[in-house]
T-cell receptor
């Protein structure tokens, strides 16, 4: 069974709004990563947060990690139409065996 | 810098045929992996390798073989294709997750190989 589960499965917002996606996982992890996938393309790494970190920022991205609840969230601030994509969390619990969630499909309407 | 290159991009097979999906990376990454992506299932790990000569099974290894004779290449073999193997296959690589700095590093993905088995 997959390690990560993402919520919501789909999210539709207007340009300029914030988008929040959540990821829950089952076992203890070394790190958690977020990836983005544009339609028909490969995945692109966005950000990595280690198990001893609680929050990380990268540009308009903010990731939080709560290991006690086994959950993470990805916040995209001031969304743009170009942010339309699928977003996946991935957990590393066995030194590189990266297991992905099912993804959140984000649609940002101009 | 080509990154991770997958061939072919599209392939149609008949049930029972065999084929090999090729993956090559030019970043000197020790870690390479294969995933399949199906609608509603996200990405599932098929096989992975932490270095030449070393491979291991992922979540869904049945029906697939891999080998790693060089650092650059990690081919995925389907010995007898089945309709259930219709999917999009992604190859990905990274620094060695055990010894790299930082460990468990980011994956670099190819553009995918779309396989249909009739």
């Amino acid at each position: 069974s997959q390690q990560g589960e993402e919520d919501p499965q789909a999210l539709s917002i207007q340009e300029g709004e914030n988008a929040t996606m959540n990821c829950s996982y089952k076992t203890s992890i070394n790190n958690l990563q977020w990836y983005r996938q544009n339609s028909g393309r490969g995945l692109v790494h966005l950000i990595l947060i280690r198990s001893n970190e609680r929050e990380k920022h990268s540009g308009r991205l903010r990731v939080t990690l709560d290991t006690s609840k086994k959950s993470s969230s990805l916040l995209i601030t001031a969304s743009r139409a170009a942010d339309t994509a699928s977003y996946f969390c991935a957990t590393d619990s066995q030194g590189g065996k990266l297991i992905f969630g099912q993804g959140t499909e984000l649609s940002v309407k101009p | 810098n080509a990154g991770v290159t997958q061939t072919p991009k599209f392939q149609v097979l008949k049930t029972g045929q065999s084929m090999t999906l090729q993956c090559a990376q030019d970043m000197n990454h020790e870690y390479m992996s294969w995933y399949r992506q199906d609608p509603g299932m996200g990405l599932r790990l098929i096989h992975y390798s932490v270095g030449a000569g070393i491979t291991d099974q992922g979540e869904v290894p049945n029906g697939y073989n891999v080998s790693r004779s060089t650092t650059e290449d990690f081919p995925l073999r389907l010995l007898s294709a089945a309709p259930s193997q219709t999917s999009v296959y992604f190859c990905a690589s990274s620094i060695n997750p055990y010894t790299g700095a930082p460990p468990g590093g980011e994956l670099f993905f190819g553009e995918g190989s779309r396989l249909t088995v009739l």
